[in-house]
Nanobody
Framework: QVHLIESGGGLAQAGDSLKLSCVVS????????MAWFRQAPGNERECVVG????????YTAPSVAGRFTVSRDNTRNSIYLQMDTLKPEDTAVYYC????????????????????WGPGTQVTVSS
C-alpha cells in the first residue's frame, strides 16, 4: 500500500522561507507524477506546483511563480516544495499528491488527476 507523508509545515513570518517534504512509502516514487496542492479555509483546493515522474517537467501556479520551487529526489522517494518570500495569503493546508504515470514528462494539475493524497501539513504565515 502506498502512503504519502508530508513534513516541514509550521509558522512563518512574511518574507520567510519554508521547505516542505513528501516521502512516498510502499512503492518507488519514480513511476509517479506528483504535485503539491493547498487549501485555505473557505477556498477550493488548488494545485500549487506539479512535477513529472522523471522530474524533467514542472508546473508552477502563477500565484507562486518566482517564489515556490518543486523538486524531487527519486533515490529518496521524495519530493520537495521550497517556499520563499512567503506571504500571508500562502496560509493553507498543503497536500502532497501522486498518481501513477505512464509518461515520464506528463504533469497533471487537476485535483481529479490524483488518487493518492497525504494527510496535509499546515503552513501559517503571519504579517
Amino acid at each position: 500500500q502506498v502512503h504519502l507523508i508530508e513534513s516541514g509545515g509550521g509558522l512563518a513570518q512574511a518574507g520567510d522561507s519554508l521547505k516542505l517534504s513528501c516521502v512516498v512509502s510502499g512503492r518507488t516514487a519514480s513511476t509517479y507524477a506528483m504535485a503539491w496542492f493547498r487549501q485555505a479555509p473557505g477556498n477550493e483546493r488548488e494545485c500549487v506546483v506539479g512535477i513529472s515522474s522523471s522530474g524533467g517537467s514542472t508546473y508552477t501556479a502563477p500565484s507562486v511563480a518566482g517564489r515556490f520551487t518543486v523538486s524531487r529526489d527519486n533515490t529518496r522517494n521524495s519530493i520537495y516544495l521550497q517556499m520563499d518570500t512567503l506571504k500571508p495569503e500562502d496560509t493553507a493546508v498543503y497536500y502532497c499528491a501522486a498518481t501513477w504515470s505512464r509518461s515520464s514528462y506528463a504533469v497533471p494539475t487537476k485535483d481529479s488527476d490524483f488518487d493518492l493524497w497525504g494527510p496535509g501539513t499546515q503552513v501559517t504565515v503571519s504579517s
